[in-house]
Nanobody, 122 residues
Framework: LMFSSGSGGGLVQAGGSLRLSCAAS????????IGWFRQAPGKERERVSC????????DYSESVKGRFTASSDKAKNTVYLEMNSLKPEDTAVYYC???????????????WGVGTQVTVSS
């Protein structure tokens, strides 16, 4: 499994929006769980969303629920994270990750994408 570089991060003012993308080869939406994680300086890694395999749906952390939306494009083997109403506390490095042959995401995923920095100014 290989990830291409993540994209879509950057600097945005509070209340703004960004869309992150993560493309990879060698994984399967039918077999694997795909998650978005983030880590802010001095803080533990936090799971933002998890897309279960076989269309089991997507769950979100309470901190982003209602503001962030994960989606996928199977034809492009790409997952996205649409982030709206951004807050300064959303500032972090964001990663996509894959856990193979399972419907659930864990902190210990099998493969990690390249992180992309998101900075939200107040």
């Amino acid at each position: 499994l290989m990830f291409s570089s993540g994209s879509g991060g950057g600097l945005v003012q509070a209340g703004g929006s960004l869309r992150l993308s993560c493309a990879a080869s060698g994984f399967s939406f039918d077999d694997d769980a795909i998650g978005w994680f983030r880590q802010a300086p001095g803080k533990e890694r936090e799971r933002v969303s998890c897309m279960g395999n076989r269309g089991r749906g997507i769950d979100y952390s309470e901190s982003v629920k209602g503001r962030f939306t994960a989606s996928s494009d199977k034809a492009k083997n790409t997952v996205y994270l649409e982030m709206n109403s951004l807050k300064p506390e959303d500032t972090a490095v964001y990663y996509c990750a894959v856990r193979q042959y399972t419907s659930t995401c864990m902190n210990e995923m099998d493969y990690w994408g390249v992180g992309t920095q998101v900075t939200v100014s107040s």
